[in-house]
């Protein structure tokens, strides 16, 4: 796979946007779409405070996600930002709610590959001490939290349209390189990452932007890689999961090896 023809369907390698039909992404527009976002998911974790429910858990950490994203984005190239500063009481949170997932996964996966008890008796001790943990977290950081979104409002600032150009042109591109060679298995999971990046800030971006994410593909591929990581980490603690592991790495590579191709198109 040739890293250049990501390029070719984007633009050059030193990048000149076309035409701007508008300079700039307003910081209102900005502010309202990351203040719904933060709200979001500060409803998802009080939801599981109260009820516990993975549900909510999930909602949490899926727009926790999506805010990380535009954070990344808005970021990029900054060498002074305070951003990320404002950000870190709710990334505190998300890291903890990784744990009652992670444990969560192993408890499903097992369950359903007739796992020995023991492991999964240890499995629901470790999300219960981590959901215990998480909500002990929560009740004492929350006004923190809130405080933290009232903070990195007030540091949002305009985004200019070429920039937004430059971060998804550098993203595919680097995604590219990533996914071609030796060692790509290695590097699925952080692509699947930016993939999501790119998709989650696409809805927000889109009409600022002179290619056409290919949402149906890229979904399709994270998807899969997502899979894959998951009995890959189950597989660790569940040999019998080893050879479905290999068979879903095999099928997600298979996919990323069309990325250059599929990812974008010109507008």
Known sequence: ??????????????????????????????EHYLDKEWQLAING???FVREGKGKALHRFRVQVKKIKALIQLLTYKRKKSRIKKAFKPLRCLFQQAGKIRDAQLLL??????HAAGTLLHEQKQAMAAAAHDLRSKAKTSLRQVKKSRCKLLRQLTKMHQHRI?????????????????KGAAGRLHNCRKQIKALLYND????????????????????????????????????????????????????????????????R
């Open 1 to 30: 796979m040739n890293a250049a023809r990501i390029q070719q369907k984007t633009g050059s390698s030193c990048y000149q946007p076309g035409p701007l039909q508008h300079n700039e992404m307003k910081r209102k527009k900005l």
């Open 108 to 113: 499903d996966l097992g369950g359903a590959h």
């Open 165 to 181: 150009r430059i971060f998804y042109q550098d993203q595919l591109r680097i995604i590219t390189e990533e996914l071609s060679g």
């Open 45 to 47: 974790l009080e939801s």
């Open 203 to 266: 809805k927000l971006v889109h009409k600022a932007l002179d290619v056409r994410l290919n949402r149906p593909y890229l979904k399709t591929l994270e998807k899969a890689i997502g899979s894959w990581h998951d009995h890959q980490l189950v597989a660790r603690r569940l040999p019998a999961l080893k050879a479905r592991s290999r068979g879903l790495l095999k099928h997600a590579l298979l996919l990323s090896a069309a990325f250059a191709d599929r990812a974008a198109t010109k």
